[in-house]
T-cell receptor, first 111, second 114 residues
Framework: GESVGLHLPTLSVQEGDNSIINCAYS??????FIWYKQESGKGPQFIID?????DKRQGQRVTVLLNKTVKHLSLQIAATQPGDSAVYFC??????????FGAGTTVTVRA | NAGVTQTPKFQVLKTGQSMTLQCAQD?????MSWYRQDPGMGLRLIHY???????DQGEVPNGYNVSRSTTEDFPLRLLSAAPSQTSVYFC?????????????FGSGTRLTVV
């Protein structure tokens, strides 16, 4: 079946460095993608989204890149901070009502 | 503004017991969903609703029932709990489905079935 997945389950980053979290998707019909952040003991929190008619979208310290040719999505976090330690999920829109989630990447920020 | 509220936060059940996980949102959102999250896996959709009186199955609906009698509430019922239902359950809501801003999630219910 078609699904969204992340390349690496864990990522260790030095505080102050930039982080790049990758996600591969296989549903070519997906037209909307979201990155979520989940801190320990909490529900997923919206970070940034992007539509399939865009290649790049920037937020505060975060950038999402979409490469439809290779069905790849990435989240870049600038100047990673200890508060960025969390699990990051990409999700794709299958239809108006449902999101499909990848397995997540655990980001650990080293002081 | 409380957002999406889930109760209880923690629950231990014996195999065969029944219970209802409560979910309420105060944002007047039409769309609501239930997901479960298991270790090393992403969230999987159990059931969803596009409005009061309308529900449908997600990818893992077996063993769960839902109803949507009001816009605000979307309870998830386990009729006969099984150890395979040990998981963290998240309720989520959205004003415009999954195509804009995705869903707003509650803080979760951690369920253990022994």
């Amino acid at each position: 079946g078609e699904s969204v997945g992340l390349h690496l389950p864990t990522l260790s980053v030095q505080e102050g460095d930039n982080s790049i979290i990758n996600c591969a998707y296989s549903n070519s019909a997906s037209d909307y993608f979201i990155w979520y952040k989940q801190e320990s003991g909490k529900g997923p929190q919206f970070i940034i989204d992007i539509r399939s008619n865009m290649d790049k979208r920037q937020g505060q310290r975060v950038t999402v890149l979409l490469n439809k040719t290779v069905k790849h999505l990435s989240l870049q976090i600038a100047a990673t901070q200890p508060g960025d330690s969390a699990v990051y999920f990409c999700a794709e829109n299958n239809n108006d009502y449902k999101l499909s989630f990848g397995a997540g990447t655990t980001v650990t920020v080293r002081a | 503004n409380a957002g999406v509220t889930q109760t209880p936060k923690f629950q231990v059940l014996k195999t065969g017991q029944s219970m209802t996980l409560q979910c309420a949102q105060d944002m007047n959102h039409e769309y609501m969903s239930w997901y479960r999250q298991d270790p090393g896996m992403g969230l999987r959709l159990i059931h969803y609703s596009v409005g009061a009186g309308i529900t449908d199955q997600g990818e893992v609906p077996n063993g769960y029932n839902v109803s949507r009698s009001t816009t605000e509430d979307f309870p998830l019922r386990l009729l006969s709990a099984a150890p395979s239902q040990t998981s963290v359950y998240f309720c989520a809501s959205s004003s415009q489905g999954a195509t804009t801003y995705g869903y707003t999630f509650g803080s979760g219910t951690r369920l253990t079935v022994v």
